[in-house]
């Protein structure tokens, strides 16, 4: 691994960190809280790709379970990984891993409605299915419960992966992180 490349996993874990700082909303029946800093994992994964986007996440998640408190609302130490919301944020560093993965497949001929179906798939796909069993084992819900529940979620999780898209989409046109594969000899 580069210098560079810890760079750039350095660089996205602050910049979910600092995504945190807006204000979190926490839905009443769950606790779980609605917050900006889920687009840390879509933004990592499609800037950085799947290997250096993981690894960004996967540190997020370290930092946090030690006591930095880096989680939007000032949270953070090993009693988040207790709480209602710990299947949401084990999530991050798979949602950065498919997002990267799949940016990095279709690296040739990306457009912007692909990277929008591949960040929806990780924010609404991958987040649910991690998060919304671990929230209803946590607080005696059924999966349906859970699952609507979890409704609330949807339009900010549908919003934060156009607009994680957008940025995207925008660096990779500027400066691509994501080395371009070369092209066959002829």
């Known amino acids: 691994m580069s210098t560079k490349d810890i760079v750039y996993i350095a660089l996205f874990a602050a910049v979910t960190a600092a995504v945190g700082l807006f204000p ?17 994992p879509l933004l990592a994964g499609t800037i950085l790709g799947a290997r250096r ?8 998640v370290v930092l946090v379970a ?5 989680l939007a609302g000032g949270r953070g130490g090993f009693g ?13 560093p798979l949602i950065a891993l498919f997002v990267g993965y799949m940016v990095e497949r279709y690296w040739r001929n ?5 990277t929008i179906a591949f960040s929806l798939i990780g924010a609404l796909g991958i987040s649910n299915l991690m998060g919304i069993p671990w929230m209803a084992a946590l607080l005696g819900l059924n999966l349906v419960e859970a699952a609507i529940s979890s409704l609330a979620f949807v339009p900010g999780d549908i919003a934060k992966a156009i ?18 594969e070369k092209a066959p000899a002829t």
Do not use: D, H, N
Not at 66 to 70: Q, T
Not at 80 to 92: D, M
């Open 163 to 180: 607009l994680a898209s957008f940025i995207a989409m925008a660096v990779r046109c500027s400066y691509p992180i994501i080395e371009r």
């Open 53 to 60: 986007g993981f690894l960004s996440q996967l540190l997020f």
């Open 80 to 92: 988040v990984f207790l709480g209602p919301s710990a299947g949401y944020l084990l999530a991050w």
């Open 110 to 114: 990306l457009t912007l409605l692909k």
């Open 24 to 40: 979190p909303f926490p839905l009443p029946v769950t606790g779980v809280p609605i917050s900006v800093q889920s687009i840390g």
């Open 66 to 70: 030690v006591g930095l408190p880096l």
